[in-house]
């Protein structure tokens, strides 16, 4: 199943809104490309929180607290795909081909 056009439409419109906001030099990227890692922090949070894994709190998340975490996450890698000049769409697709073809060998 191909990528929505609401998804891009995301990315392009998170992209513009970035650059924007905080322009594109490469401090900018190096937060885009950083914010990956926060986001999968965020995810890993979440599921310590639905394992109630610290004591002192319990749980406080759900799984579908994880799953959006987890949602953020290819918008986010998507976003500073594209903010580095490449064809996000593209990228996306090769990267799939390239998963496939490992996997049938």
């Known amino acids: ?11 392009r419109t998170s992209r513009a809104w970035l650059d924007a906001a ?8 190096t ?21 109630g894994q610290n004591p002192r709190k319990g749980i406080t998340h759900s799984r579908k607290d994880v799953v ?9 890698a998507l976003v500073a795909i594209d903010s580095l000049g490449f064809d996000a769409h593209r990228v996306l697709a090769d990267q799939a ?7 049938r060998q």
């Open 1 to 11: 199943m191909p990528v929505s056009d609401e998804i891009w439409a995301a990315v």
């Open 22 to 29: 905080n322009g594109t030099g490469e401090p900018e990227l």
């Open 31 to 51: 937060c885009r490309i950083l914010k990956v890692t926060e986001e999968a922090g965020e995810a890993a949070g979440a599921w310590i929180g639905v394992l």
């Open 68 to 76: 959006r975490e987890l949602a953020d996450l290819p918008i986010t």
């Open 97 to 103: 081909a390239a998963i496939s073809r490992r996997i």
